[in-house]
């Protein structure tokens, strides 16, 4: 459990929690009025005016700091909002802090995550540990109690992303996926390995059975059966090397992300369950290692997946929506109000919107303009993108149903459009996240990233599930 956010409450009577006032450049005139005119003078020669991420701790006389200072930059073109404060976060000395002010637009709810996405460093393989500032909240139990838990949801995403592919192969993501389900008394099921065969996986068996730990399906299902049934879908490859069509070096480097796919389902799964959301869950986690060894599968080969569908592989590094096919296909089976899949699926959706905001394909338009909305409020942009069905062409193959790479044009189009093929018809979301920030920012620490998921679980608080799905 995070320990970087707690009621104001429960404060000791020796611990007092120092004010934080973030503010815009435009507010900053009123609010340096409210400073005693030593600190004025220490202020102006510091020059902080509100500028986005400026940070001051404001000594008292003695030299102890009395007040933090934190700028929020102009409202115009604010997309971060409160999550900026994750630029704090990271980089105050450790003790106790609470929001005295802040601007009019900032929706104060969301400050607490914002505080606990900064807070986080991986630092599993390193001999210290950072002791993170504690925000201290007036708010009651309940709220602490959630944006705890979106805040630890978040963390666990990341680690699952950054532990290296050594040390999280197909077994150990099993067992991270076992542990989830077993802290809420989820129901699990296993297939592993042959099994899949037998049980009619063929595609994640491909694509996993080139490698030392076997490929697997690991599902949970949770909540009251009589409430509206929600699958989650990850892509969880635990390292991608191309298979026998490998990736250069560059490309291999950061493959240990592949699981981020599963590491999104797992994580949304952890704040679904942890605020008791009446859902009925149905998790399933598609595990493989994209390996090359005489037994991988080949370009040019053909399989049969559980859908019946023929697929020809027309290149294995595009392994991801052949796991997840076969994956949707059994959510599908059993007739879901909505599918949600996340994966790390294409280079082309970073092509085309970059690492931060994932593209975002449904085969319902009624529900887009919401999602996009509940996106907005939380500070967690998705992206709309098309399912062309044109484009279908680019996956034609002349001697199975289809192939399973359509081309350069359009490569997350065409790797939607494939995995819309294994839905059933059923209402379905997909996210092609990158799982990774190539640089650090505030709130988004270099490394593994949850995207959208924080929209997500809103959105479900709020009803989501309840909403029309006929169009
Ligand atoms: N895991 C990759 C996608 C990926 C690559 C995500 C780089 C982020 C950065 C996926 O399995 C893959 O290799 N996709 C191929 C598909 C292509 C062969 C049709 C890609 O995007 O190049
Ligand atoms: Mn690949
Ligand atoms: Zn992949």
Not at 35 to 48: E, G, H, M, Y
Not at 52 to 81: H, M, T, Y
Not at 282 to 307: F, K, M, Q, W
Request: hydrophobic share 45%; glycine share 10%; with cysteine.
């Amino acid at each position: 459990m995070s320990e970087i956010l707690q009621a104001l409450s429960d404060l000791k009577p020796d611990e007092v929690a120092i004010p934080i006032h973030i503010c815009r450049p435009e507010g900053w005139a009123k609010l340096q009025t409210l400073l005693s005119d030593f600190q004025q003078t220490f202020v102006k020669a510091r020059n902080f005016t509100g500028e986005a991420g400026q940070r001051l701790r404001l000594p008292d006389v003695n030299g102890v700091i009395e007040q933090v200072l934190f700028g929020a930059g102009s409202q115009k073109n604010d997309v971060l909002g409160p999550i900026r404060l994750g630029g704090l976060s990271a980089h105050l000395p450790k003790g106790f802090y609470r929001v005295e002010t802040l601007p009019e637009d900032w929706d104060a709810d969301l400050c607490p995550v914002g505080w606990g996405l900064g807070a986080y460093k991986f630092e599993v393989y390193l001999p210290e540990e950072t002791h993170f500032p504690v925000l201290c909240l007036d708010m009651d139990a309940k709220a602490v109690a959630e944006a705890v838990s979106l805040t630890d949801a978040v963390h666990y995403g990341r680690d699952l992303i950054n532990l290296p592919a050594g040390d999280l192969g197909p077994a150990a993501l099993h067992q991270a996926t076992l542990d989830l389900a077993q802290k809420f008394d989820a129901e699990v099921s296993e297939i592993i390995g042959e099994a899949l065969l037998k049980q009619n996986y063929p595609m994640i068996h491909a694509v996993g059975r080139a490698a030392h730990e076997a490929p697997r399906l690991i599902e949970f299902e949770w909540g009251n059966p009589e409430h509206p049934r929600l699958a989650l879908v990850g892509k969880g490859i635990t390292f991608d090397t191309g298979g026998l069509n490998i990736k250069g070096a560059s490309g291999a480097r950061i493959m240990k992300k592949d699981r981020g796919g599963a590491a999104h389902a797992l994580a949304l799964a952890e704040m679904i369950m942890a605020n008791d959301l009446p859902i009925r869950l149905h998790c399933l986690v598609a595990i493989a290692e994209n390996a090359i060894s005489a037994g991988a599968y080949r370009p040019g080969d053909i399989l049969t997946s559980r859908e019946g569908l023929t697929v020809e592989i027309d290149n294995t590094d595009a392994e991801g929506r052949l796991v997840l096919g076969d994956a949707l296909c059994k959510a599908a089976e059993l007739d879901p109000v909505l599918m949600i899949d996340f994966a790390t699926l294409t280079g082309a959706a970073r092509v085309a919107l970059g690492p931060t905001i994932p593209p975002f394909f449904c085969n319902r338009k009624n529900v887009v303009e919401a999602v996009m909305q509940y996106a907005d409020a939380q500070h967690d942009p998705v992206w709309p993108m098309p399912l062309w069905q044109p484009y279908m062409s680019l996956l034609h193959s002349p001697i199975a149903d289809m192939k399973n790479a359509g081309g350069s044009f359009a490569g997350s189009v065409t790797a939607a459009l494939f995995l819309e093929r294994f839905v059933k018809e059923r209402p379905w979301m997909h996210f092609d996240v990158y799982g990774w920030n190539p640089t650090s920012g505030p709130g988004h620490p270099k490394g593994g990233d949850m995207f959208a998921i924080r929209a997500l679980y809103h959105w479900l608080k709020a009803g989501g599930l309840q909403s029309d799905f006929s169009a």
